[in-house]
């Protein structure tokens, strides 16, 4: 049997809508070789200002202030704020000159700086005061962080962190394998006190998704596989159960955390889903080669909803209206035209 690489936004895309399935995991891809399916890979890296937001702030966490942490550092809170918005204006102008377009700029030498904004590459309306907004909001997160309540009682996260006894942040190399399925969730943060681990994810947009507590529940599983690899490696007894794991979710711009059920059902449960949901994948794709693949066979979602938030809205049309085809210059004026048509109402 091979083995299949899944992590939660395939298992959401794939129950969302089989279309956004071919164009986000079938179709896209980084090179530029093919005009459609680099504009596929755009649109999926393509962000919401709302989502961009989030995303600069989970980097500089992950990136700037779990590191100090692990250090047993404290970092400079007022500095790292200001790294921040400076990030996040270099990854507006990168965007707004539609640099990731440019077959000659590659985003392993951009770096961070690398990023797609609906507003640029869909058109999307916007004001400049959301700007202004997002960039205070990403200045007061940072500079607020250190004072969010921590998952233990009377802790600041400041105080937790540094109580704990090692931190694992980004843990995004842990994997677990059920019944030919390789689960690869995205973990934000593993605290270890002893045998006991909390398992993190910085939730940074106002949505309440059902999703997170998926998420979470994979990230718990490789997390306690992990350790029990560990335990066993060294000959350490006893080895951590399902009651060493708590899982929280922080939501970073509230400050608020919440702690989801970790048991045996909640676990069988996740795991079924992924499971389930992987047989349905094989089903539509059967390890065929793109060119191989009949777009027919991906069905459209019919829920007005679901599209509305969808990424793809635009590159779906237009492949609709062109016989399943690609055309770059008559997709970009379908953008255009898109653009005036929400203008006008
Ligand atoms: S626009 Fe709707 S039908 Fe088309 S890919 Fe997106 S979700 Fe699916």
Redesign the pocket.
């Known amino acids: 049997m091979t083995t299949k690489d899944w992590n939660i936004s395939k298992l959401q895309v794939l129950r ?5 399935f ?2 986000a995991y079938e179709t896209a891809m980084h090179t530029f070789t093919n005009p459609y399916r680099r504009k596929a890979y755009e649109l999926l890296k393509m962000k919401t200002l709302k989502m961009w937001q989030g995303s600069i702030i989970d980097w500089m966490i992950t990136k700037e202030i779990l590191p100090a942490y692990v250090d047993r550092k404290i970092p400079d809170y007022e500095v790292i704020a200001k790294r921040g918005v400076d990030l996040a204006k270099r990854q507006f102008e990168f965007s707004k000159n539609r640099f990731y377009h440019a077959n000659n700029i590659s985003r392993l030498e951009v770096g961070a700086d690398w990023a797609i904004l609906d507003i640029h590459e869909s058109l999307t309306p916007f004001q400049e005061i959301e700007l202004i907004e997002i960039y205070a909001t990403i200045e007061k997160v940072l500079i607020d962080f250190p004072t969010y309540e921590s998952p233990v009682f009377g802790k600041s996260m400041e105080q937790y962190l540094l109580s704990a006894r090692f931190l694992r942040p980004d843990a995004k190399q842990m994997k677990y394998e059920y019944g030919g399925v390789k689960v690869q969730p995205q973990i934000d943060l593993i605290s270890y006190m002893g045998k006991s681990m909390h398992v993190i994810d910085w939730k940074v947009s106002e949505r309440d998704d059902a999703d997170y507590s998926r998420q979470l529940l994979l990230a718990g599983i490789v997390a306690l596989g992990f350790s029990r690899q560990k335990y066993r490696q060294e000959k350490w007894l006893p080895l951590p159960t399902l009651k060493d794991v708590r899982l929280f979710e922080f939501n970073l711009l509230s400050g608020k955390h919440k702690e989801h059920v970790f048991n045996k059902d909640a676990v069988a449960n996740a795991l079924d889903t992924v499971y389930l949901l992987s047989d349905d994948q094989e089903e539509l794709s059967q390890s065929k080669s793109w060119e191989n693949l009949d777009i027919n066979e991906y069905e ?2 019919n ?1 007005v909803s ?2 509305a938030v ?4 635009n ?3 237009h492949v609709i209206l062109n016989g399943l085809n690609y055309d770059e210059a008559k997709y970009l004026k379908l953008v255009q035209n898109q653009k005036l048509e929400n203008f006008a109402v």
Request: one cysteine or more.
């Open positions: 969302q809508c089989h279309r956004k071919y164009f459209r979602t829920k679901t599209c969808c990424n793809f809205k590159l779906c049309k």
